[in-house]
């Protein structure tokens, strides 16, 4: 049997997200990039830290918070049943 075979071979190229879509108007981030201008400084990567302070990030922070938190409940429960 050869396995495989049917099946797209290599790498596909992956997909990124268009860096315009994070805006650091309004942000902390703005500050800083006012700061350096006026030294004569910009930062290119700055741009990759704005997603921090999109709103989502909060949510999505509480979520994993309490789907770790469940997880340990769920594994202590297994835990007293698997005793050898």
Request: hydrophobic letters at 35%; glycine letters at 10%; zero cysteines.
């Amino acid at each position: 049997m050869a396995y495989g075979h049917e099946h797209e071979h290599g790498h596909h190229k992956m997909e990124l997200p268009d860096y315009r879509q994070w805006k650091i108007e309004g942000t902390p981030l703005e500050d800083i990039q006012k700061k350096l201008a006026a030294k004569g400084l910009r930062d290119p990567w700055g741009r990759n830290e704005a997603w921090r302070y999109m709103g989502g990030f909060k949510w999505g922070f509480a979520a994993f918070v309490v789907a770790v938190g469940a997880e340990y409940y769920l594994n202590s429960l297994n835990k007293d049943k698997k005793h050898h």
